[in-house]
């Protein structure tokens, strides 16, 4: 069985939300904190750890209703069922959307539990030095070699959960910029070093030759055979890693219904578990599992990923606020971001809907922050006083990990004013002029969390992979296919031979011709 192919505009919930939009536009919200003594306690959803307060936001209990009644109407319910069952909702690639399958504890796939085993025998010889390198010496540096969802996830763990690595170095090479990937090598020793290639097809072009360069740069003073101490993939094409020299063994599978953005949970987490342990990975993999029993079982208007979901259409198709803000209040957490772009704006960047007709309305927000309270002597002074409409996400902790009491305390009061000021604004204050006026009203989302851990983090990021998923389903498009991004890759072979033979007759676009004719003149 196919998605639900239901336009949302021709819903009878998104016409009414059109007619209420017109009242709530004009509708001045003040005190309304005051008028109504519930209101914090009526939009607020406390699970486990997480406390969400929504109530800063632009909406009254009839907006949530109509809301609630459009994910009824787009059959949302049946969508996540059939998410879950494993049927073939990545439709234009006809392949399962099943990543969460990888952290099913109540019912782990054979395949996967063969691999979480195998990526736990071998982190922990990593971990207690029991693996050797081609010296006899023991790893202290692992290197992830991937681009995209082969590097974003694995990144944002490791950073966010330093407060839990062990001593082994964790590094990242990505971005096919040879000078990056030259300054990391600089400061390792290839005697100690393990190199781990993530790519399911073995050929993306990024990562294959980065990694050709990196083992160029290893043979130099080992030999062939030492590739085996050193190299591992995480790959679905066993004989492509075969010929770079790795050993089937060291050759971590990768699953045809696991979307490289939504892959952490993989074996492309393998170095992960290196960084943190495996315990740890589990207990991250776990957190993920309690949220998608949560998204899946609780009811919408209790359901986390839904309500912050919902409101986050009501603010792109309804307000026309294109972009949405995300700020962490933990240093930790200062790749949440870049990972949060990928996953969302490559899911949701899309133009046609599940009929394959343009769409006429819009689809995929832009996510943007930082970090708190950084971002406060940054772009703050736009959410505050621009002219833009930028609901916002605050993600914050109870507890600071070493237990720097006064910090944490500056920290989170900064967490709990941000909210406040621009919600609240200048209405009943004083001001001099109007340069120091505040209109307020600015919706946030809350995300207070008790502490940073594995199993948090893993409820965190699941919570934003459902968000994303009730937005296509609403939106009525294909969340988990990327064809723009295969667009981008197919041209720059083309490019990329014009180069190598300095061949611009090759180019048929002038602008790019011109380009290319000026790169050439070193």
């Known amino acids: 069985m196919s998605l639900p192919k239901i336009n949302p505009t021709e819903t009878e919930a998104w016409k009414a939300l059109e007619t209420h939009f017109q009242e709530m536009k004009e509708l001045e919200m003040q005190d309304v904190f005051e008028k109504d003594a519930n209101r914090a306690n009526q939009f607020k959803i406390t699970w486990q750890d997480f406390y ?9 209990d009839e907006t949530l209703s109509l809301l609630l009644k459009l994910a009824v109407e787009v ?37 996967v539990k063969t691999t979480l085993q195998k990526m736990e025998s071998f982190s922990e010889e990593i971990i207690n030095g029991s693996h050797k390198g081609f010296t006899g010496k023991a790893i202290t540096d692992v290197v992830n070699i991937g681009i995209g969802g082969s590097h974003l996830g694995p990144e944002m763990v490791t950073e966010a959960l330093q407060f839990y690595r062990n001593h ?6 990505a971005n096919i910029d040879g000078d990056g990937i030259a300054e990391i090598l600089n400061g390792l020793n ?3 070093t393990l190199f781990i290639i993530v790519s399911k097809s073995f050929t993306t072009q990024e990562t294959i030759a980065n990694a050709m360069l990196v083992k160029d740069w290893f043979l130099k003073k080992g030999k062939n055979e030492a590739i085996q101490k050193h190299f591992v993939a995480v790959s679905a094409n066993v004989d492509g890693a075969e010929d770079f020299g790795i050993s089937k063994e060291n050759i971590f599978p990768m699953q045809d219904w ?13 170095s992960i578990c290196c960084a943190i342990g495996f315990k740890n990975f589990e207990a991250l993999l776990k957190g993920a599992f309690e949220m998608d029993n949560h998204f899946k079982n609780e009811d919408f208007a209790k359901n986390i990923p839904v309500i912050l979901a919902l409101l986050s259409i009501w603010y792109n198709n309804f307000f026309k606020a294109e972009s949405e803000a995300v700020v962490a209040y933990s240093q930790y957490l200062h790749k949440l971001v870049p990972y949060l772009q990928q996953a969302i704006m490559e899911s949701n960047g899309k133009s046609v809907d599940r009929n394959g007709k343009k769409i006429d309305y819009q689809t995929g927000t832009i996510v943007w922050g930082n970090v708190g309270s950084n971002s406060q002597h940054a772009y703050f002074q736009l959410l505050h006083q621009g002219t833009k409409l930028i609901p916002t996400d605050f993600i914050g902790f109870s507890e600071s990990l070493h237990g720097n009491i006064e910090n944490h305390s500056i920290l989170m009061a900064n967490f709990f004013a941000q909210t406040e000021a621009l919600w609240e604004g200048t209405h009943h204050k004083h001001v001099e002029n109007s340069f120091k006026s505040f209109e307020g009203y600015k919706p946030t989302n809350t995300i207070l969390i008790k502490k940073l851990s594995p199993k948090n983090l893993g409820s965190l990021i699941a919570l934003y992979e459902h968000k994303l998923f009730v937005q296509g389903i609403i939106w009525n498009i294909f969340s988990f296919d990327q064809w723009g991004v295969e667009l981008g890759k197919t041209v720059a072979k083309g490019t990329l031979k014009a180069i190598e033979h300095r061949n611009l007759l090759a180019i048929e676009n002038r602008s790019t011709a011109n380009l290319m004719e000026f790169f050439f003149k070193k």
């Open 168 to 173: 082994l170095k964790i590094h990242f090479i």
């Open 75 to 111: 059959k949302l319910n049946d969508a996540i069922k059939q998410q879950f069952s494993g049927e073939k909702i990545n439709e234009t690639e006809d392949r399962a959307a099943l990543h969460t399958a990888l952290r099913d504890f109540e019912n782990l796939k054979p395949e």
């Open 52 to 60: 969400i307060d929504y109530s800063k936001n632009r909406i009254t």
């Open 190 to 192: 290839p005697e100690t």
């Open 258 to 270: 696991v979307g490289g953005r939504f892959s952490l949970w993989s074996s492309v987490g393998l």
